[in-house]
């Protein structure tokens, strides 16, 4: 079974600080994905960064990256120069291989941002 | 449409009712996805279309769940004989391959 863990309940930063946000997850997979969605307030759920496995060089997205690891099976999401409209529950989710599109997701942390 | 759409956005009813939530992909994505999110919770899986495939019911907590999708596109979960556990938001996403899901916006259902 596949499993996600996010160790930090909830996280906070200051605006224009950078914060990195931790997952770990164990798959018996070779080939598999990684995401990171957040969902504000409003609930809709928006795909932030996108790894697939095989690739050994890290995702970016604007002030969005990743660390990942595969052989620690640590998968990190770093926001740089935190914005007020980062603040929200980021979720890291799992999936592809022989499970292809169902997505398995850790719990989520809340991520403050101050002013 | 641009986006998935879920309906209705919030829906109350009486524990022992069913209830039926629906869920408009976008076009052209082959997979569809129901999650269930309960109050300050992670996203539980339920059920997953995958083209003309059989449905993986895996994660569906009981019988009284279950779910349709017609023509390849729009899909209905439906609760029977609600109880007050399955009061939670209702997510459905769609993708195309493994680019990452799309979501709508949910439908939270409060049992009373």
């Known amino acids: 079974a596949q499993t996600v863990t996010q160790s930090q309940p909830e996280m906070s930063v200051q605006e224009a600080e950078t914060v990195t946000l931790s997952c770990t997850y164990d798959t018996s997979e070779s080939d598999y994905y990684l995401f990171w969605y957040k969902q504000p307030p409003s609930r809709q759920m928006i795909l932030v960064i996108r790894?697939?496995?095989?690739?050994?060089q890290n995702a970016t997205e604007n002030r969005f990256s990743v660390n990942f690891q595969k052989a620690a099976k640590s998968f990190s999401l770093k926001i740089s120069d935190s914005q007020l409209g980062d603040a929200a529950m980021y979720f890291c989710?799992?999936?592809?291989?022989?499970?292809?599109?169902?997505?398995?997701f850790g719990q989520g942390t809340i991520l403050t941002v101050h002013p | 449409g641009a986006g998935v759409s879920q309906s209705p956005s919030n829906k109350v009813t009486e524990k022992g009712k069913d209830v039926e939530l629906r869920c408009d992909p976008i076009s052209g994505h082959t997979a569809l996805y129901w999650y269930r999110q309960s109050l300050g919770q992670g996203l539980e899986f339920l059920i997953y279309?995958?083209?003309?495939?059989?449905?993986?019911k895996s994660g569906l907590p009981s019988d009284r769940f279950s779910a349709e999708r017609t023509g390849g596109s729009v899909s209905t979960l439906t609760i029977q004989r609600t109880q007050q556990e399955d009061s939670a938001v209702y997510l459905c996403?769609?993708?195309?391959?493994?680019?990452?899901?799309?979501f709508g916006s949910g439908t939270r259902l409060t049992v009373v």
């Open positions: 790894q697939e496995a095989y690739k050994q």
């Open positions: 989710a799992q999936g592809g291989g022989t499970s292809y599109g169902k997505l398995t």
């Open positions: 996403a769609s993708s195309f391959g493994m680019n990452g899901y799309t």
């Open positions: 279309f995958q083209g003309n495939s059989a449905p993986d």
